[in-house]
Each structure stands twice: as C-alpha cells, then as structure tokens.
C-alpha cells in the first residue's frame, strides 16, 4: 500500500537518498545535477529538510511503498505572489511508474497548496520530456506559453505549464 510522508529532520537523509536516485534517473527532469547535489553533506540536507518540512510555505513529500520511497514532489509558495504554488523535484521510481503514485504525489502537492490559499499550481518541464508533458495534461496542467533555456542543457527549453486549484 501506498502512502505519502511529509519530509522533516528524521527523514532528511531518505531525502538526500531519493533525490540523489532522482537524478541518475532522469537527469534531464531537474533543474540539478547528480554531481552538485552529491557534494553536500548531511548537515546541508537536513537543513534542507528543515527548510521544507515548515509546511508554511514549502512542503515536500515521500511516497512510500512498504517502507521504501517510491516518489517525491515538493512545492512552495512564490514569494512574489502568494496566489501561486510551484511545484518541483516530481519524481516516481521507475517500478512505480503508472500505478497512480505520481497522481497521489500531485493530489497531495494540490491539496497543499489550497491550504496555503493558492489558486494556480506551476511547475516546469523540459520539451523533450513528453511522458512527464502527457502525465501532467490528464491531470489538468496545460502550457503557459512561457519558455526558457534549460538551465543544465541550453540546447534544451523548458516550459511552464500550471493548472487552477479550485478553492
């Protein structure tokens, strides 16, 4: 059975853990490399968690099969607007993939957002990635028309996309 942790300072290393598989996985997903992420020590991981497990303005969740972290998606509040959420580090482990754990990580991101009163949920993605495009479009992102270099791979664009959260 499935279900979905919020990230604090006792798990801050599963995070590490998670993130680090993340991105040999799909290293075009991200808007971080392996090789950086990698450098940073414990100490700056759960200073991460810590960061994002305030559930004030940021969030990021684990989903969890059985003991072991099948996904990961975080999402905070832009400081500029606090009518939008972002969301970012979307993953599903690859033994997960189409079994629904994806959606429940978006569901959960979505449902946090609409506590934080926001009222569009965003988030980028590169053009070549049309599985992770296709996903998000069944469940109601559409393009913003906002494009820019991907910041690892210039050659590359990444593109927002964002639905309405319905309050």
């Known amino acids: 059975m499935i279900t979905i942790e919020r990230v604090g300072v006792g798990n801050a290393l599963i995070l590490k853990a998670t993130r680090l598989r993340a991105l040999q996985d799909t290293p075009l997903a991200f808007g971080s490399t392996?090789?950086?992420?990698?450098?940073?020590?414990?100490?700056?991981?759960?200073?991460?968690?810590?960061?994002?497990?305030?559930?004030?303005?940021?969030?990021?969740?684990?989903?969890?099969?059985?003991?072991?972290?099948?996904?990961?998606?975080?999402?905070?509040?832009?400081?500029?607007?606090?009518?939008?959420?972002?969301?970012?580090?979307?993953?599903?482990?690859?033994?997960?993939?189409?079994?629904?754990?994806?959606?429940?990580?978006?569901?959960?991101?979505?449902?946090w957002a609409r506590s934080r009163k926001a009222e569009i949920l965003q988030l980028n993605v590169t053009s070549i990635n049309d599985g992770a495009i296709s996903f998000y479009e069944r469940l109601g992102f559409t393009m913003t028309g906002r494009k820019e270099p991907y910041a690892n791979d210039p050659s590359l664009m990444e593109c927002e996309m964002a639905r309405p959260i319905l309050l």
């Open 34 to 111: 392996y090789a950086k992420e990698a450098q940073s020590s414990d100490e700056e991981w759960i200073e991460r968690a810590t960061k994002w497990s305030d559930g004030e303005k940021s969030v990021v969740f684990l989903a969890m099969d059985r003991g072991e972290v099948c996904g990961i998606a975080g999402s905070y509040v832009i400081p500029e607007d606090a009518r939008q959420a972002q969301m970012v580090s979307m993953w599903t482990a690859p033994t997960h993939r189409r079994r629904g754990v994806g959606r429940r990580l978006v569901e959960e991101a979505i449902a």
